[in-house]
């Protein structure tokens, strides 16, 4: 007992958990009292039990689990929560409960099943029931079997889902327990209850007694339909019903009514599983049905015939299918063989349904055709083909084929027809057979009832009878008026024995309700037609009844009839029954009137109205008037009274005071009484008399506009216009138009005879009164506001100047809407039942005018040729086929709706592998639609949801086209078809990112505009709710934003039960959402106000045709693809996202072959799908030692999207030549393809790594170059690796840098270092760090060296993850086994050591003994060598910092991100160039001085700086080396070492630089202020030097921040932006007047300013400001400095990259470029003065890299000629200014033989040698003696050949070189490159090397310093010189040769700059033109050069003191010099001590 007491403590819900089961007893005892006592079922109590209540019902206690299981019947019972534990719960009462031997526990479980599914949780229990019957225990079975059976009986089949069950049904009836047997049965019987005969298909195969005993119960059954009695929560109202009429005490007839409501029809069908029978097809089956022999073809029919008899087949492609058997029954001979295709035909539309609607077109005329057969097995069977393919489809889509047939010359066929047509109209509803279709059948069924044949009669009289007993007889009537009565009665009396499909035998159509009995019994027709009619009764006539029943519209185009005998207006809709007899009213004889007129007015009145004098007439009108005024409505005799006006004289009265009261009496008994066609008839020829009266008129127009309110307008415009334009007065005839015009604007357009005034339009258009055609073109813009653009086509073909005219009135009224009528006739409008009519001619209306255009029949035009021709394997062969389709329909202009085998044909271009062909199909099909109007209607199916296929398509401007198209075709048809049957919803089940999201976009624009919508819609909410949970945000945006619209149409009840089937997570996700668009969901449109019909309707069409017309054009605009694409042709293949379906037509197999098109697609946020499904572990990580298979099939499937089939197949193939042919075409896609490659790249460097694992070199070898190539690219692309690029592919490449051949790690080497500029560095040195681990040495060693390039060229910074770590790790190599590594590792340190100094001991730590004297060794030996990583940085690294720096600057491919940020970045990386190029980081206080001197400076025109002579041996270097500012007013520079001086200022300056580019316009301004006044002091300038770029990138900056925020930004005073700009403007240009400083700009910030100012100048927006002109002729100013004082060669190189991106750029402006191309043409001019002071060899590059980009082809397809002929002048010039001598400046160019620059250079050196004689003594002043050219030719080249055989010889090669040597010497033009071109590089490069080494010797320039040992010089010096360039004669970075006297002029230059007076100088010229300015790569820098520099210094020296001496005399140099040299040094020395004295 102890025990217990110590559980009785515990709360409730822990006793429930207790080990004991007393314990547990007891808790769930409590539990229930608890339960049953909480009265609010959200109390927070409940949540407590919701883990609980699972382990109440699996308790291993019997005892417990009785009393658990009623605990949990009372909390499902009451709680709110219970549903969330439905599904756990209801298993475990399946599994744990069933199985009890304790009935009591069965029941409970039972109750508790069944209470789950009240609370509406009847899905998920059903699921846990079904999933029970798989259970092993036969009691669990039973018990789920009573279960189920137990629910249906008290739910019903409403709640519970019986489809899942019968599935399950027959496998139950095959147990081996006889329980489960019996039970199964019971179940069935409660089935059979419920749906009856359905149940019977799914059972036929059960076993027969089974059957037969099941039959027995059945036939026991109670024939009254069951009820439901149990109800859901939701459903209290119908409880509340129900327990009322139980309580009444019984249903008898109480129930009646609901209980058709109760049960709902269930189609058997709907219970059947699909079959798929296309791959059971034989495999021949396609040769078999062509077989020449016809027991081959009937075997294959018979196969087929198999297949089709399974009654519910799964939906595929069967268009061959169905187009073979066409063509048995339309062709073949054995009449046999056409039945049996008739059968299969059948079966196949009986098992698809719905589904083979697309293919009934093509059909049925066949069938209709074949009908000509006699045999009744033949006719039979076609009949039954025919009616089965009618359920599949509508009537209103084979309307065209039915009516093309009827006037067939052959009887049996009109015969079969028209029992067709009656059979056919039997399975419609009044709402189906709306009188549009009526009556073109009516038509020609009339003409059949007077056939000669007798069967043709009957079977016309049958179907006309069938049409009167379904629309009723008022639908039909009017089509009866000519059809005399004994016809019509007999059609009366057919109709009294019609048999409806539903079986109602009774009444006419005029009643409404008749089509509910008609649905009821749906499956009398094998289920579809009844499930069909149901659905358009309930979608048609339900909401239209609501559509208010005044209208005003007369009669629309269905009813009008020439009006001459007044009887045509019987279909007219205004007046309906009381009104109809009076539209009849029969013309009065003359006596009658005057009786009748003489009753109702004065006497003497109609004696006066004849008299001769007017006055007494006037008299007469002014009695007739008043007494008409007074007249009672109903007393009116109208016709009498007009007839008394019209009486002599009539309408020829003379005097206009008796005119103008007649026509105004006219209009008063018009209004007033009730006014017949016959009244008006009488008067109206006189109006239109007196219409064009200038006093009369007026009154003429009121009377014309009463008459046309009273018999309306369409009848009175129609009879007025004849009568104008059948007489000759063109007054008369302009104000009929005019008074039309204004007509239409009032009464709106509804039911006018447009064709009928087209014709007079035409006629007055051609008139010669030209106020006769004014009017008619006024008309014709008011038609407009109606009909829309299609009007015009009707006066195409007028004269181009009236066409003009009518263009410019359409243009005016373009985009307005039609005015809302103001007049209608709504007097005699008596409201009839006729209001679903009304808005189903709605629809009608606005297609008005398009049905009356002629219509050509091009169906002869489509022949099997243009076919086939359309179906061809080459691209260019269907492109013609198409071209020709599109003329077709072009000439034809509107067509009918018969286009033969077009259809498939364009269908199957819609998968076409070329995508330009597939926009141009979409172009097609947008014609077609125009041209076939609403008949297009009948194509949707098969053609429309193609193009819906396509909105999936990767490339965005194929998907525009596709929008454009279904837009075009959606005007045309309305959206019911597209939304009928599960097409739409089989394409949004697609799991395709963009055709789910434009599929949704659509949907979303076009439901919110539909009344009503077919109830298939609702089969897209599975797929919708899935899209809400899509992967790609897109689609859940689109789907989010679509949802309130189908719950619009849809309701939130019908939406929210869809979501049962989603799981629990998923579900509550999307039932918020749904409460969300609940409260956002729109109203549906209101029916249109029937009086503004037609004016809301037309009007609503003409605006979303112009809409979509400009659609086309911007979409046909978009895709206009740009000459690059073009040629490729499109798109890739198709690939499997896009695909859809698969058309297995023999033309598409052989597709794949077709290589045309892109070879990358861009799938937009594919490559973001990929890296985040690589996140988050959706794949394979790409990580692995060795490629297994899973990672290439992988990849393969991530390329199918985006990378062309034939190219995939060539990527993944087994043979690796079809690797390297893969490597080739990409190499040739890349530069057409840069985006694509980008988009792909991922994808592409993974499968680069794959071919570092083969061990074919070729590949390996091509993979290299591809990569060298691509990433040059992505460099000039600005791109960045993504981290998962990254990843995934340098650690492979890092493998390679190990290979044992040097051509490969070699390559390997060059992309490393290519892949800094798209990848950090330091994320670099990770990679290659993990490398050094490898157990390869040479990888170690490799990756050792290029760890030593990163640090040499980025710093310490690189040093990941801290140099301290990094260098520890390096360090561990020193010990390393294998010699390569270790000195690898030493260099790297020694590396390190250069730029960080000492500090790097502390970094490294503690190191073995051993290891740090190899390392101090290796210090001390570096320290005494010239550094070689000097001139390794001198060629690379400018280039990679230029390149990082851009990158940074552009983040093209990065977010944009605000400006402020975007300058922090701009800020860091001009930090990092300038500390980069200036060779010292901001840490450099350790760095040794040597490396501090700044040739550039010195060199430059900045003046003079620390200036330091070679020979001052005796002063401390460091001392000299202080920075000096030597104080001549003159010199503006400052050293780079201002900084250290001067912190405070930089700093100062730095923080100024930074305010210029803020945001804020104030604080902008005051920043340039304080600059400006720096640069406008000359002394104080100086300051600014070292700053320029920073000030430069600032400045643009803040220039292209006014351009794109504060110019868009309206608030802003415009004012503030021009003085913005005139500070800008005015500090540029003080900067560029020192040139001093303007020559400091670098290359790339002098592009990105020219970009700047010309964008600026550019700008229209500023034309518009007051002060524009100014500013714009200031930047004009502006530009023009730039050009003249920046350092021209950075200024022509950035000039050069400017105009090669802005042709590049396609959103570029071609006045930009051209601007950039009047800038060169500028400096092209400049070019004489400048040439000198150039370095060519850069410009060369730059111009190499353009010509490149641009080569000669590409820049010939420029629209303007401007880019080659600016390329052609600059490099003329150059060739004209520097001769040959041009050809030895493409040093800088890797590999010439690649260069069109080359040749092209050559040829201009041709071409003017040519002109002007080869001048070879370039000594002789007059230009020397001339050579002939012609006659040495031969005998040169056989010396060349001669001296190149003895260097090729081993003996020889001395003299050869030699020999070449005097030859070149000789003729320094003369041309080698022939000789050098074939030979291999190593050869070429030894021939140069050689001829070097001789022109050293010859010319005594000294000798090549040894690499390792310390020339003399430098120890003099203390400054090391290069020693890995071959020869210290290469002084210029770029290996230009350069002779002596350039360093005697530098030299002087310098001794002049230092105060050291120069001999002899007077005579120089200017300084500038001598001096060569430094050629640095690509932006200018300074440090890098030094060494090379000084080393020309000092041989420049020594040529100017001619001192030829060995290096030991050259060690004692400084002694030995002239005295000349040594004085000059001596004032040095003393003008060194007095800066010195004057710093301190």
């Known amino acids: 007992m102890a025990d217990d007491s110590e559980w009785m403590k515990l709360p409730i819900d822990q006793k429930c958990e207790h080990k004991l089961w007393k314990a547990r007893l007891n808790g769930y005892e409590e539990a229930l009292k608890l339960f049953e006592k909480i009265d609010d079922e959200k109390s927070p109590e409940w949540s407590k039990y919701l883990g609980l209540i699972k382990k109440f019902v699996v308790d291993s206690n019997a005892v417990a689990q009785l009393k658990g299981l009623e605990a949990v019947l009372a909390y499902v019972e009451n709680a709110h929560v219970a549903g969330k534990t439905t599904g ?24 508790i099943c069944i209470m789950f599914i009240e609370i509406e949780k009847g899905e998920v229990v059903q699921e846990e029931l079904l999933k029970g019957l798989d259970n092993k225990n036969p009691k669990i079975i039973v018990a789920c079997i009573e279960t189920l059976r137990r629910a249906l009986s008290e739910y019903g089949s409403k709640i519970i889902s019986l489809k899942p069950i019968i599935k399950v049904l027959p496998k139950l009836f095959e147990s081996r327990e006889k329980a489960v047997r019996d039970e199964a049965k019971l179940l069935a019987v409660e089935i059979y209850r419920w749906i009856r005969d359905a149940l019977r298909p799914p059972l036929q195969n059960i076993n027969s007694v089974q059957l037969k005993e099941l039959e027995e119960e059945w036939v026991k059954l109670p024939p009254s339909a069951p009820k439901q009695t149990r109800f859901l929560r939701s459903q209290q109202e119908m409880k509340a019903k129900f327990e009322q009429q139980q309580a009444a005490g019984g249903d008898a007839d109480g129930g009646g009514d609901d209980g058709d409501e109760g049960v709902p029809q269930v189609d058997a069908y709907e219970l059947l599983e699909a079959v798929e029978i296309l791959s059971k097809l034989p495999k021949d089956f396609y040769d078999k049905i062509e077989a020449k022999k016809w027991q081959e073809r009937k075997e294959a029919l018979e196969a087929v015939e198999v297949l089709v008899k399974n009654p519910k087949l799964e939906a595929g492609d069967y ?3 169905v187009k073979a058997l066409k063509k048995v029954v339309g062709k073949d001979t054995n009449v046999m063989l056409v039945a049996l295709a008739a059968k299969c035909l059948a079966g196949l539309a009986t098992g698809l349904r719905k589904k083979f609607g697309q293919y009934a077109g093509h059909v049925v005329p066949t069938i209709l055709e074949k009908f000509k057969e006699k045999k009744p097995q033949v006719v039979q069977a076609l009949q039954e083909a025919i009616d089965a393919i009618f359920l599949t489809t509508t009537l209103v889509n084979l309307s065209e084929d039915i009516l093309a047939v009827m006037d067939n010359k052959n009887p049996t066929i009109k015969q079969q027809t028209s029992l067709f047509i009656a059979r056919s109209f039997r399975h419609c509803t009044p709402a189906t057979l709306t009188k549009s279709l009526l009556k073109p059948f009516c038509a020609a069924l009339l003409k059949h009832i007077n056939d000669s044949a007798p069967e043709v009669r009957d079977a016309a009289f049958e179907a006309l009878a069938t049409a009167l007993k379904v629309a009723g007889e008022k639908a039909v009537n009017p089509f009866l008026a000519d059809v005399d009565k004994l016809k019509l009665d007999r059609i009366k009396d057919c109709a009294e024995k019609v048999e409806l499909a539903g079986g109602g035998k009774a009444g006419r159509g005029t009643d409404r309700k008749e089509s509910k009995p008609v649905s009821g019994k749906a499956p009398v027709l094998s289920g579809a037609a009844g499930d069909k009619d149901t659905k358009e009764n309930v979608v048609k006539s339900g909401p239209l009844k609501k559509a208010p029943s005044a209208k005003a519209g007369g009669p629309l185009k269905k009813g009008k009839q020439a009006a001459a005998g007044g009887v045509g207006s019987a279909g007219s809709k205004g007046k309906k029954g009381a009104d109809m007899k009076e539209i009849f009213e029969p013309e009065l004889s003359i006596e009658v009137c005057e009786e009748k007129a003489s009753a109702v007015l004065p006497a003497s009145c109609i004696q006066q109205l004849d008299s001769s004098n007017w006055k007494e007439r006037l008299a007469c009108m002014e009695e007739f008037q008043k007494a008409v005024e007074l007249m009672d409505k109903t007393e009116m005799p109208c016709q009498a009274l007009v007839r008394m006006l019209a009486k002599k004289p009539g309408w020829k009265e003379t005097n206009f005071q008796v005119m103008q009261i007649k026509l105004h009496i006219v209009a008063l008994v018009a209004q007033k009484g ?6 008006a008839q009488i008067v109206l020829d006189g109006l239109v008399d007196k219409i064009g009266d200038v006093k009369c008129g007026n009154n003429a127009k009121e009377a014309l506009t009463a008459i046309a309110e009273t018999c309306q307008l369409p009848w009175t415009a129609e009879q007025v216009m004849s009568m104008a334009f059948s007489q000759k007065n063109p007054k008369n005839q302009s104000e009929t138009l005019n008074w039309l015009s204004n007509a239409i604007k009032e009464f709106g357009f509804s039911g006018l005879n447009v064709k009928a005034f087209i014709s007079n339009v035409k006629t007055a258009l051609a008139a010669t009164n030209p106020a006769v055609r004014t009017s008619a073109i006024t008309l014709l813009g008011v038609l407009y506001l109606y009909v829309g653009p299609s009007l015009r086509m009707f006066f195409e073909d007028e004269k181009p100047a009236l066409l003009s005219q009518i263009d410019a009135e359409f243009e005016k009224v373009q985009g307005h809407t039609a005015p809302a009528p103001t007049r209608a006739s709504f007097r005699h409008t008596v409201g009839t039942g006729d209001d679903g009519e009304e808005g189903e001619d709605q629809e009608e209306a606005g297609n008005d005018v398009v049905d009356l255009l002629p219509r050509a029949d091009i169906s002869d035009k489509i022949t099997s040729e243009l076919v086939s021709k359309i179906g061809d394997k080459n691209w260019k062969i269907r492109k013609e086929g198409l071209d020709e389709v599109a003329s077709i329909i072009n000439e034809a202009k509107f067509i009918q709706p018969n286009i033969g085998e077009l259809a498939p044909a364009l269908k199957s271009r819609l998968n076409d592998s070329n995508k330009i062909l597939v926009q141009q199909t979409l172009s097609i099909l947008q014609q077609l639609a125009v041209a076939m109007g609403p008949n297009i209607k009948q194509h949707v199916k098969n053609l429309g949801i193609s193009i819906i296929t396509i909105l999936g398509d990767s490339k ?7 929008l454009t198209t279904i837009n075009a075709w959606t005007e045309q048809t309305g959206m019911k078809e597209w ?22 976009g659509w949907l979303a624009e076009k439901l919110p505009t539909l009344r009503t919508v077919p109830s298939d819609l609702f089969f897209c909410v599975p797929h919708l709710y899935s899209c809400l949970e899509d992967r790609n945000g897109d689609v859940r945006k689109k789907a989010q934003d679509a949802l309130p619209f189908f719950m619009m149409h849809l309701g939130f009840e019908k939406m929210a039960k869809a979501t049962g089937k989603l799981k629990p997570a998923s579900k509550d996700q999307v039932l918020t959402m749904l409460e969300k668009a609940k409260a956002n969901m729109p109203a549906k449109p209101a029916p249109p106000k029937t009086c503004s019909r037609a004016s809301g309707a037309a009007p609503a069409k003409c605006h979303s045709a112009s809409g979509s017309g400009e659609d086309f054009m911007a979409s046909s605009a978009d895709t206009k693809p740009d000459p690059k694409k073009a040629k490729a042709g499109g798109t890739a293949p198709k690939t499997k996202g896009i695909q859809g379906k698969k058309v297995p037509s023999k033309s598409n197999l052989k597709e794949d072959d077709d290589r045309s098109g892109p070879v990358f697609v861009i799938v937009p946020g594919g490559k973001e799908q990929r890296m985040k499904e690589e996140k988050g572990l959706k794949v394979l990580k790409w990580n692995f030692t060795t490629p297994r298979d899973e990672y290439i099939e992988q990849l393969k499937t991530q390329m199918s999207t985006c990378i062309a089939k034939w190219l995939q197949d060539e990527m993944f193939h087994s043979d690796f030549q079809h690797h390297n042919k893969a490597i080739a075409v990409m190499v040739e896609h890349l530069e057409s393809e840069k985006d694509g490659v980008i988009s792909c790249l991922d994808l592409i460097l993974k499968w680069l790594t794959l071919r570092f694992f083969d061990t074919n070199t070729s590949v390996l070898m091509k993979a290299l170059e591809y990569l060298k190539l691509l990433f040059t690219m992505l460099n000039q692309e600005e791109y960045h690796l993504t981290e998962n690029e990254a990843n995934s592919f340098i650690p492979y490449l890092v493998l390679k840098v190990g290979e044992p051949k040097d051509v490969i790690r070699r390559d390997v080497r060059a992309i490393l270092n290519r892949m800094c500029l798209v990848c950090p560095a330091s994320k670099m040195f990770t990679f290659i760090m993990e490398g050094t681990k490898s157990k ?18 980025y710093g310490m910074n690189v040093c990941q993850p801290t140099p301290s770590k990094a260098l520890k790790e390096m360090a561990v190599h020193i010990g390393d086994r294998d010699n390569t590594v270790r000195n690898a590792a030493l260099n790297t340190i020694v590396t390190v050591y250069n730029v960080h100094g000492d500090q790097v001991f502390k970094l490294i730590g503690n190191l073995s003994e051993k290891d740090m004297s190899m390392l101090e060794e290796r210090i001390k030996r570096s320290a005494k060598r010239p550094n070689a990583a000097l001139a390794r940085q001198v060629e690379e690294k400018p280039q990679r910092i230029q390149s990082v720096s851009a990158n940074i600057n552009m983040l093209r491919k990065g977010p944009v991100e605000d400006m402020s940020s975007k300058l922090k970045i701009m800020y860091r990386t001009y930090r990092i160039q300038a500390r980069n190029m200036s060779g010292h980081s901001e840490s450099t206080h350790t760095v040794p001085r040597e490396f501090q001197l700044d040739l550039d400076e010195i060199e430059n025109d900045n003046g003079t700086v620390r200036c330091e002579m070679p020979a001052l041996v005796q002063h401390k270097l460091d001392d000299i080396l202080e920075p000096v500012l030597i104080p001549e007013p003159k010199i503006l520079a400052v050293s780079p070492h201002f900084d250290d001086m001067h912190s405070n200022t930089a700093s100062t300056i730095n923080f100024v630089i930074s305010q210029v580019a803020s945001g804020d316009i104030n604080t902008s301004i005051q920043a340039l202020a304080q600059i400006d006044e720096v640069l406008r002091q000359e002394d104080k300038a100086e300051a600014m030097s070292g700053h320029i770029d920073q000030f430069l990138i600032a400045t643009f900056m803040q220039l292209r921040l006014i351009y794109n925020t504060h110019m868009a930004d309206e608030k802003l005073d415009k004012d503030e932006i021009v003085k913005l700009y005139s500070c800008i403007i005015g500090n540029m240009i003080s900067l560029f007047q020192i040139e001093s400083l303007a020559r400091e700009a670098s290359a790339g910030v002098l592009k990105d300013l020219m970009h700047g ?17 100014q500013v714009i002729r200031s930047v004009n100013l502006l530009v023009v400095k730039v050009l003249e004082k920046s350092d021209q060669t950075n200024i022509l190189s950035a000039l050069l990259v400017l105009l090669q991106d802005s042709l590049l750029a396609t959103a570029s402006s071609p006045k930009f470029s051209e601007l950039v191309m009047k800038c060169l043409w500028r400096m092209v001019r400049l070019l004489p003065e400048t040439i000198n002071t150039i370095n060519l060899d850069r410009i060369m590059l730059d111009i190499h890299i353009f010509m490149k980009v641009f080569p000669k082809e590409k820049l010939k397809q420029c629209k303007s000629e401007f880019p080659i002929r600016t390329l052609k002048t600059l490099i003329h010039t150059l060739c004209k200014l520097k001769g040959p001598k041009i050809l030895d400046h493409l040093t800088m160019i890797d590999n010439k033989n690649e260069s069109e620059l ?21 000594g002789t002043e007059k230009g020397a003696s001339r050579i002939d050219e012609k006659s040495p030719k031969a005998k040169v080249n056989d010396i060349l050949a001669e001296i190149f055989k003895k260097i090729g010889s081993k003996e020889n090669t001395k003299e050869g070189l030699a020999e070449l040597y005097e030859y070149k010497k000789k003729y320094s033009d003369a041309d080698i490159e022939p000789f050098l071109k074939n030979s291999s590089q190593f050869f070429q490069s030894y021939v140069e090397r050689g001829l070097r080494l001789i022109e050293l010797e010859r010319e005594g320039k000294g000798r090549i310093p040894s690499s390792t040992g310390v020339s003399p010089q430098m120890e003099v010096t203390c400054i090391p010189a290069p020693t890995n360039t071959v020869s210290s004669s290469i002084g210029n970075s770029n290996g230009e040769e350069v002779g002596p006297s350039v360093y005697l002029e530098r030299l002087k230059i310098l001794r002049q700059r230092c105060g050291l007076d120069n001999a002899k100088q007077e005579d120089r010229p200017p300084l500038t033109s001598q001096l060569s300015k430094p050629s640095v790569p690509t932006v200018a820098s300074s440090t890098d050069m030094l060494h090379s520099k000084l080393s020309q210094l000092r041989e420049s020296r020594e040529q100017y003191q001619h001192i030829d001496m060995d290096s030991n005399q050259t060690h004692s140099s400084g002694t030995t010099t002239s005295s000349s040299t040594a004085s000059n040094i001596d004032d040095l020395k003393k003008r060194l001590e007095r800066i010195k004295s004057s710093r301190k």
């Open 319 to 321: 268009a061959d299918l």
């Open 88 to 111: 756990e719960v209801v298993s475990g009462v399946v599994n744990k409960v069933f199985n009890q031997p304790k009935a009591r526990a069965k029941e409970l479980g039972m109750d």
């Open 1336 to 1353: 390869n040495s040479k990888q170690r060693a490799e990756c050792l060296e290029e760890l030593g390039c990163l640090v040499e060229s």
């Open 979 to 1000: 939304l009928e049957g599960e097409d739409l919803s089989e394409e949004l089940k697609k799991e395709n990112p963009f055709l789910r999201q434009e599929l949704l």
């Open 674 to 679: 009730t006014f017949s066609k016959t009244s």
């Open 1653 to 1669: 100012l010309i964008t600026l100048m550019l700008d229209s927006r500023i034309e518009d400001l007051e002060e524009g002109q």
């Open 956 to 962: 965005s401007n194929v998907r525009a086209a596709s």
């Open 1798 to 1818: 080359e040749a092209h250079l050559c040829r201009v050196m041709k071409h003017s040698l040519d002109q002007t004689g080869s001048k070879t003594d370039k």
